[in-house]
DNA sequence: GATGAATGAGTTTTCATTCAT
DNA sequence: GATGAATGAAAACTCATTCAT
């Protein structure tokens, strides 16, 4: 049976850590339904009896590798900002970075963008489940921080983050799902100069 | 086999529109690899093997719906928008009845919303198909005859789409997957807001 | 439900045979089990429904289109033997024609010496059905009156035939199977000279 | 996946030669296509899926137990004869020990005589291979050492091998088919003494 | 704890056969 | 009689999961 993360050595925690990486690796290469779990613990070099006693089955083990990837990468992004001065300029850098690290790792894209969206099930049992939801807040508490200091105008801050996080979202996924079709810089720099514009005080 | 659609009896147009409509259903509710053959059979009133008269595999059906639904929602789209004076405005109007339809019917936005990326293998396969497309490039269309006509200021119309569709694309999927936890009328409301003050000219 | 085929029109014969020749065809290129039904319909120019007012199955039609094919090269070669002196010339021509028919047309040879014995259903149902059985009968009684003619020694004629159709059987087979890998008319004269050998007067 | 027989340990050994036991056993009474993958599992007593585990599928489970069949029959008889001084000895003991060997496992007989032709689709795949090639040469083999040892007279060997093989193989067809109706020892030595008439050196 | 051989439930698809027209 | 659209039973094979070692 899967175990708590808390109660391992740090020899199960590395091995832990392997599995989840090679979960990572082959979800997003396969996706969830063509992935096979022998592919999973050839990857980790582990038994695929092993991963039963780190994970509950397979469904688990692409949950956690969500969950851990993007708590990962919101602390990698949360440090990376942190030296701005103001909420706008943190929420620009963070869509900078956003950008950045999904350039460098495209087949997390294809994890967070397509495998996400892949266990209907999952959400009938756990409705308010939502790997995103720290992710997509953090997003909301700059724009609210940003409006707070009046770097932007008093925008409703859920519709500002469905369109931030609706726009990086979809343009990650065009990028990604055909093959590099434009300069991702260039368009993103375009598209921010759009949401600025709707959003800058007169 | 599938047959060609043209050369069928009305009879059989029908029984290939109960199955069409089935699937959709039972894809919406159960996403591709859950939904069985079985299951959309039985909704349609036909037996298993009836569906393989009409669509030549799984694959294909899924396929089939989507574009026979996409195509019609289109149809009726842009019939509804033919109305109005300025391309602004039919872009606006479409925006709402993008909104309207998918509200009317939230399991059309599952549908397309979250099996659309649900094929990997159809992808890898055709990689330059995209149900989608056609209603893309409708919207960038709407959006280089408003910049023509000087209603909105001339940005990059690629950027435009991404930020609508994707927006669009986020929020409903946003508002169906957590139940409808805000009024989507008013978010709508505010999010035009913030992309038309974006757009706006001087 | 088949018929008899003695309650026939002269249409519905010409019917009944045009199905039972494409079998021949279809079973031959195919075998039994990957022959379809349609297949056989499409070249005899009917519906797959027809078939079965003339035979109760595919079982039904493969055993028929047996029957009928070893009787009509039966009564061929019983009628261009007739001439033939002695029994042992009979004999030894009808060895010669066995060979001529069959490379005439190998796929009848693949048809009777690889089809037959694919339905041990069948045999085990019908147990005395042999198909083969008049042919090798009329063997049998060319040697009985070869010995009766004292042509040749009086060996078992059960053994003969054993030996002559074992042999027949499986040089054409061997010959067919293998892409005619020697010269079938070298290797039969050959065959018979041994035999022959075998079975002379001191 | 299929796995090199010779990496097993030997309880994994001992498994897999109940699998092909099983599979002589259900192929040579249901034939080929009539036989499921579930008879052949429940008579061996594993599930299904371990069958899979030793073969890649029903097509190469048929032939390996063919393969594997035929061997260790050419290597007992080939052990049984080598005590016969001559190769005409040798070639009449081996004509007995095939009569023995099949008169004591009729369902091999029709193992190798009837489910040998039904595998159309392999041999279309691989025209060269044929399971019984090794057998039979050694019957020419036997043959031409006899012809070099002056002990028969000088036919064609092909054509004696023919002849030998077709009539051993129809013999046991037809005894076995027909559920004994003569007696097989019997039989065995007229057929003998017609072949030896015809091969002996006057 | 780790292993990996064994398990067996589960589903698409085919195609012989039927029967309303 | 003839048609061919519709039926639905049937089976190979996969792979997540278990558990004896």
Redesign the interface.
Known sequence: MGQNKRMLSDKQLSKRKAIIEAAINVFSH??F??AKISNISKLANVADGTIYLYFNNKENLLVSAFDELIESILVEMKDKISNEKSALDRLTKFFDLHVDVFTEQPAVVRFL??EL??S??F?ELY?SY?PLKEYISFIEKLIIDSIKEKSIRA??S???T??I???????L??WS???QP?SLVE?KE??V???????RIK
Chains 1, 2, 3, 4 share one sequence.
């Not at 996080?165 to 343009?171: A, E, K, R, V, W």
């Not at 100069?193 to 959003?199: A, E, L, P, S």
């Open positions: 396969k996706g339904h063509k963008a397509i969206r892949q209907p099930d959400y409705p939502n925008v409703d859920r519709a500002l469905l369109i996080f609706g726009t990086m979202d979809f343009l996924t065009e799902t055909k093959n434009f368009m375009k598209i100069d759009i949401i600025r514009w709707g959003i």
